[in-house]
């Protein structure tokens, strides 16, 4: 019984360790991928493996990669391993495992002859489909609108394209639109989604970047001017190489830095180097993904999976970017530069001779120092503390304290108290009242003046921050007579130190029996300052004499008067497009994606899957980027013109050819039409990379231009319409539903380009938070692209209606249908405000609701729906049908 | 059912909706049913809560040995520094719990602690994010978004995931901790909390009731005969169907919220009329917990404090420098309206199949901070804990060092924790995954143990 048992125990973990094997190494470590040139298949291929090195790398947990094995099958192994690994036969690695240097996306275009309808049919024939008929002339306007410029057509659009009978009208429409400069806005849109842009750092304190509106307004001019795409890559890499001093294409280089960047700062340093690891990650991340469709990213700490890309690929890239820093940085004309240097050059001499100056009197005042120290000294009092100061003056009978401070006066207070003569103090529990208090967000709580009189230590009060002269008032109970005022910082000495807080310098205090008549009792008035600079300065005085002291005081006015004059130059603008630095040091491969575990130092290099460049570690900074972007922007790249052809016909059809457009690896979608997207590829590069004539030739072809309407015999064979047997019906995108409730209700603000508005209410207290607005201005009726998309940040109307976050890059956003979608339309006073601005339109018309429909839906509304709404209008009036015509589907949607 | 079926059927309207409302399957029999996860921002320390370190008591005030000078994320620090309040023992399990907490030490016997937490940052952000998503960048779905996909709703007239934040603020990044991230939105953690309504949810003031119930009745009549003229497209089925669902919730929300509708006994056990107006918020806060989940809330975020405000420990538990005077100002919030939302759930019998989770972004150090008397950040050990449907009351999982410096023993992660948080739904972490960027995306990114010595 026992030793029947004891075998059973035996087999079973002889079974389990080839099994192991087969379903956690096998993936990669098989006979055709061989990562690290190892392949586990049978017992001869791991021979070398067995005696000692896998059971060292399971045990420590770093095989597999990613966390190494669950405990249960670690023991499992490295039992089996100790039994001298029994193991009869060999596996079968898995079929298809992984993606190797000959997947699809990486092998050069194939030449293709046809055109997209002969590919399109072609597919569809072979499942017996066919194109839909064309589509009708007013679906079509409303759905080509949408598509180039994210605006609806207007009435008398839509007439003059209904009158326009010659064949070449739509060609005409599609050529008007591509070149109107909501164009720009719509495509640059899409673009941002791509390379996560976002106006906030992200992270814990999430502060906004207020110059990251001019990358966004390059990227809306760089669509609108069809700046070639080959072109847009080597500008968004290396801006600042190809034209320096060209603020329009240094600008570029912001799409390096337009990612989240953590600006909390770290003492540690293993997480030190992790926020610059981090940094390097979402720029390596961002590049590969938006212009290669790889995901590079995985290979951080071990090689690639599923696709052909090492670790030492990652690292490669990661040392390309290595000098590249999070920062705003001046991008101006040259001119510009010139002139604020011819401003400021002689300002900044005079402050530099008035110091000389001054330095030179604080030498002559050196020898007599000391004992005008004493003179000082002993002439005033005690420098206030912010452990605790005290004032006493005759006893006085009082109920009211007022304590006077000027503006912005530093510090907050932990506790005042009032002092009988025998020791009483008055004050706990005093009434208080503050003129000013500094407000957390949400706690209004935080910095109550009551912490003022509460009797603890531990709570303080501030004034708010940049304030006014402030008055705190205090009120007891009872008369009292009192002698002596104390108050503090930091009384519990928590804070000292490093993070010593500044405390109350000047100050007036007051004291009353009424709270209407005040007598001063004490001041800051002949008090040594607290400052060691300003108390050093009064010793020199002291020791210069009447004579010098009065040329000291002198030639600080004038530099007072310079460096004032300094900061009155204009300065030329900046923009966070980021800095660049010689690295001081090479970029090492991390082992396991360990910031502190270093391999070796990695070149800076193009992907190994592909041929591509190497340069030396300590290549200058610059020409990295370039060769990187050079390498990225080739005619011969086969991926960068496949990923590019396929996000134009993503956004044109709602799905790509591959429908995951930012992945063209192994666990990506295959493509649907693998001719038609080699023929739009070569496309592309046979347009010189513009963008335009590749959307013209894809928007006049019958397969955009067919109906959308449903046919149950195609819907059974292809319900998705994946092969395009009809044009995919889509919900209007976030921004294009606000966007189109401002041009239906006639209040859009059309202007173009310039710093963000806000859709929240912005406070920074260390951290910044946002407040979603409950009201919204006419500041705010502008396109959504403009809308300041800080990161992680919920912006009602746009993000239930799938904005994303720009947190991570985005090719593809989901679409969602939900309650809160119905509310946020419903309820939020944009909607409202809409709806108003909207009825008083279509007021001003002799037939309102006709207007409203055609204005809505680019349609006039059939009898049953126009009796409908007269009745509603009847009961309700205007804005209740202009409310209700923002809510409905067919507002929504694109046929 | 793989990834790319799930994914095609979100992208079909109609029965994402059903989905949305129906919910999905557990891949095996679950224990638990719905959620509260509990979370106190700003890094509670496990020192002076529920770790109890004699031998940090025995040498404070002497250098921590091996780790003298140590920096850490604010800088250098000083010597070993005990915990100011005493330790006690509770319950049958006799486990130590700082006297601090009298109500939560009385339920010691009901917990299952993990003592060897670790954390993959040491910044509040990265680190709420972390606890919150498995990542410690922003843009990753919450616990709550995928347990919201994988299970569903469980009611037709509330929201699957609410996030229910103090009154104090919201917590460090904020909404990226109740976010669906690449989910589909509808995953999205609704917030709002005892004194702050859904927003959008009420009619607007200078709409009239039949003028609001006209509007949508003439809006819906358009959408019908749309929808008529395009057949075969459900998404717009099912967006006529979400403005039934928003009327319901208007209806419904307003009722959650009422708590006046709760019993004087009910609002004296969480303390709801306490003098302490923000321990009277938070019981608030924890009351309508229980009101979410007994109407079918799948999952509840509760939050216990708030940012980190300009002075440290303020607002939150990051004690920094004054640690005694931070942490007796947030003790007494925390500690009865959490034990009376857990002895409350207990009472109704919600217990049986409603999992507690008591979570925070990592720990504290043994020394004090230079100059201070409180305590820098530590990712290297931290406690949570969790309680109710499945788990083993009593139990704990991993230890730290004698100084409570390092997690030692059974290393885990918030991977291993929401691995197990999963397991008790009926979820295999493994397999519930989001295709994005590339990636079958996973709550526990590619790591992850069911910690199996907490289940019962």
């Not at chain 1, 670790?311 to 004309?333: N, T, W």
């Not at chain 1, 008090?527 to 020199?540: I, M």
């Not at chain 1, 992680?792 to 809160?820: A, K, N």
Request: charge should be neutral; proline fraction near 7%.
């Amino acid at each position: 019984m026992f030793r029947a048992g004891l075998l059973c125990v035996v087999s079973l973990t002889a079974a389990a360790g080839p099994e192991i094997l087969q379903k956690r190494c096998l993936s990669c470590h098989n006979p055709q991928a061989k990562m690290g040139g190892l392949s586990l298949a049978s017992r001869a291929d791991a021979a070398r493996v067995l005696a000692g090195p896998m059971a060292a790398r399971v045990s420590a947990g770093q095989m597999p990669p990613g966390g190494g094995l669950a405990p249960e099958e670690k023991q499992q192994l490295l039992a089996w391993l100790e039994k001298g690994a029994p193991w009869e036969g060999s596996l079968a690695a898995p079929s298809r495992p992984r993606a190797g240097r000959d997947w699809w996306s990486l092998q050069p275009l194939r030449p293709q002859s046809g055109s997209i309808d002969s590919f399109i049919e072609a597919s569809l024939q072979s499942k017996g489909l066919a194109l839909s008929p064309p589509a009708s002339k007013r679906t079509l306007i409303r759905r080509v609108y949408f598509d180039l410029t994210g605006l609806p057509p207007s009435p008398a659009d839509v007439d003059a394209f209904l009158a326009d009978n010659s064949p070449a009208a739509y060609e005409r429409l599609v050529d008007k639109l591509l070149a109107s400069p909501h164009y720009g806005e719509r495509w640059g849109r899409h673009w941002m989604d791509v390379i996560r842009f976002g106006e906030s750092h992200g992270y814990e304190q999430n502060h906004v970047r207020p110059t990251a509106w001019r990358f966004r307004d390059y990227l809306i001019r760089s669509f609108n001017n069809d700046v070639p795409y080959n072109r847009l890559i080597l500008e968004h890499l290396a801006g600042d190489q190809l034209a320096p001093g060209n603020p329009d294409i240094e600008i570029g280089t912001a799409f390096l830095v337009a990612g989240p960047h953590d600006t909390v700062g770290n003492q540690a340093e293993a997480f030190k180097r992790q926020q610059r690891a981090d940094d390097l990650d979402d720029i390596v991340n961002a590049t590969a993904s938006a212009f290669l469709g790889l995901t590079v990213n995985c290979a951080k700490c071990h090689d690639h999976k599923f696709d052909p890309i090492l670790q030492k690929d990652y690292y490669r890239l990661a040392s390309v970017f290595a000098g590249v820093h999070h920062a705003e940085r001046v991008i101006a004309p040259p001119a510009q530069l010139a002139a604020f240097r011819a401003a400021t050059a002689p300002l900044e001499a005079r402050i530099k001779s008035i110091n000389q100056s001054l330095d030179a009197l604080r030498k002559q005042a050196a020898p007599a120092l000391p004992a005008a120290e004493k003179r000082v000294r002993a002439a005033r009092r005690e420098p206030v503390s912010p452990f605790g100061t005290e004032e006493n003056f005759a006893p006085t009978s009082a109920r009211f304290l007022r304590l006077h401070m000027p503006a912005n006066a530093p510090g907050g207070l932990d506790e005042i108290q009032v002092w009988t003569p025998d020791g009483r103090n008055v004050a706990l529990g005093a009434r208080v009242e503050a003129s000013s208090t500094r407000v957390a967000d949400g706690n209004p709580d935080a910095y109550h003046a009551r912490f003022l009189t509460d009797g603890a230590f531990d709570k303080r009060w501030f004034a708010a921050p940049g304030s006014a002269p402030v008055t705190v008032t205090l009120e007891w109970a009872q008369p009292a007579t009192v002698a002596r005022v104390s108050w503090s910082t930091d009384r519990l000495k928590a804070f000292q130190g490093r993070f010593q807080q500044p405390t109350l310098a000047r100050y007036q205090l007051s004291l009353s029996t009424d709270g209407k008549s005040w007598t001063p009792v004490a001041s800051d008035e002949g008090r040594l300052p607290d400052r060691a600079g300003e108390q050093e300065r009064l010793f020199v005085l002291e020791a210069l004499g009447p004579a010098a002291a009065a040329e000291f005081t002198a030639a600080e006015t004038e530099l007072a008067a310079a460096v004032a004059a300094l900061a009155k130059v204009e300065k030329p603008p900046r923009a966070y497009a980021g800095e660049f630095r010689q690295p001081t040091e090479p970029v090492y491969l991390h082992k396991g994606g360990n910031v502190m575990q270093r391999g070796d130092p990695v070149e800076p290099a193009s992907l190994s899957a592909l041929p591509g460049f190497s340069l030396p570690l300590d290549s200058p900074e610059a020409e990295r980027r370039l060769a990187l972007a050079k390498w990225i922007a080739s005619d011969t790249n086969p991926l960068t013109p496949r990923v590019m052809a396929n996000r134009l016909w993503h956004y044109h059809f709602g799905a790509g050819l591959v429908a995951t457009p930012s992945d063209f690896g192994f666990n990506g979608e295959r493509p649907s039409h693998p001719e038609l997207l080699d023929y739009l590829a070569q496309r592309l590069i046979h347009y010189r990379w513009r963008l335009k004539p590749l959307h013209r030739e894809i928007l006049l072809s019958r397969t955009y231009r067919q109906s959308s309407a449903w046919n149950d015999a195609a819907g059974k064979a292809d319900a998705s319409a994946r092969l395009l047997w009809r044009f995919p019906p889509q919900r209007l995108q976030a921004e294009a539903i606000r966007d189109n409730m401002l041009a239906v209700a006639g209040v859009l603000d059309p202007t173009i380009g310039g710093p963000s508005f806000s859709l929240y209410k912005y406070t920074v207290d260390n951290v910044a938070t946002y407040f979603p607005l409950d009201t919204f201005g006419p500041e705010t009726y502008r396109r959504a692209v403009y809308a300041q998309s800080a990161r992680s940040i919920r912006t009602e109307l746009l993000s239930v209606h799938d904005c994303p976050d720009s947190s991570l890059p985005e090719p593809r956003r989901v679409v969602t249908t939900s309650p809160l979608q119905a509310l946020s339309l419903l309820n939020n006073s944009f909607t409202t405000d809409m709806a108003t601005a909207f009825a008083k339109r279509i007021a001003a018309h002799p037939d309102p609701v006709r207007h409203a429909f055609l204005l809505a839906f680019g349609r006039p509304p059939e009898p049953a729906e126009a009796a409908a709404a007269a009745t509603l209008v009847q009961s309700h009036g205007l804005p209740a049908l202009a409310r209700a015509i923002l809510n409905t589907n067919e507002f929504v949607y694109v046929h | 059912m793989s990834t790319s079926r799930r994914q095609l059927i979100h992208g079909l309207g109609a029965v994402a909706l059903a989905r949305l409302l129906h919910g999905g399957q557990p891949h095996f029999a679950p224990k638990a049913k719905r959620v509260i996860q509990i979370f106190c921002p700003g890094g509670v320390s496990h020192l002076d809560t529920f770790d109890y370190k004699p031998e940090l008591e025995k040498r404070s005030g002497q250098p921590m040995p091996g780790g003298e000078k140590e920096v850490s994320f604010q800088g250098a620090n000083g010597n070993l520094m005990r915990s100011p309040w005493k330790f006690v023992q509770r319950g049958q399990s006799g486990k130590w719990v700082t006297e601090k907490l009298p109500h939560l030490g009385a339920l010691v016997d009901r917990m299952a602690f993990v003592h060897s937490m670790t954390s993959r940052s040491n910044t509040h952000g990265p680190a709420c994010v972390a606890m919150n998503t498995g990542f410690v960048f922003e843009g990753f779905p919450s616990a709550g978004a995928w347990t919201s996909y994988a299970l569903g709703s469980m009611n037709d007239n509330l929201p699957a995931y609410v996030a229910i934040p103090d009154v104090r603020g919201i917590p460090p990044s904020g909404p990226a901790n109740w976010t669906s991230g690449f989910l589909p939105a509808q995953h999205q953690g609704i917030s709002f909390n005892a004194s702050e309504p859904i927003r959008n949810l009420e009619r607007p003031a200078t709409i009239g009731e039949q003028t609001d119930k006209d509007t949508r009745g003439f809006a819906q009549l358009l959408n019908q005969r749309h929808a008529a003229r395009h057949p075969g497209d459900s998404e717009l089925q099912a967006r006529i169907a979400t403005y039934e669902l928003a009327a319901r919730m208007q209806l419904s929300a307003p009722e959650v919220s009422n708590l006046a509708a709760e019993s004087k006994a009910t609002h004296e056990l969480y303390g709801t009329g306490s003098a302490n107006t923000l321990l009277a918020a938070y019981a608030r806060n924890c009351l309508l917990a229980r009101r979410l989940v007994e109407r079918g809330v799948r999952y509840v975020q509760l939050y216990c404090a708030s940012r980190a405000s300009g002075v440290d420990g303020l607002l939150n538990w990051d004690a920094h420098k004054t640690l005694q005077a931070d942490y007796e100002r947030h003790f007494p919030i925390l500690d009865q309206p959490t034990a009376a939302l857990i002895k409350d759930l207990d009472a109704r019998g919600l217990l049986a199949d409603t999992l507690v989770l008591w979570t925070t972004e990592f720990g504290r150090m043994p020394t004090h901070q230079e100059g201070t008397l409180g305590r820098d950040h530590n990712p290297d050990a931290y406690t949570v804990w969790m309680l109710g449907a499945g788990v083993r009351g009593g139990s704990a999982h991993g230890a730290t060092d004698d100084f409570g410096r390092r997690a030692v023993s059974d290393v885990s992660t918030v991977h291993d924790y929401w691995a197990t948080v999963l397991h008790l739904l009926g979820l295999d972490h493994e397999k519930l995954t989001w295709y994005h960027n590339g990636i079958n995306r996973r709550l526990t990114d590619v790591h992850g143990h069911v910690l199996r010595s907490l289940l019962a």
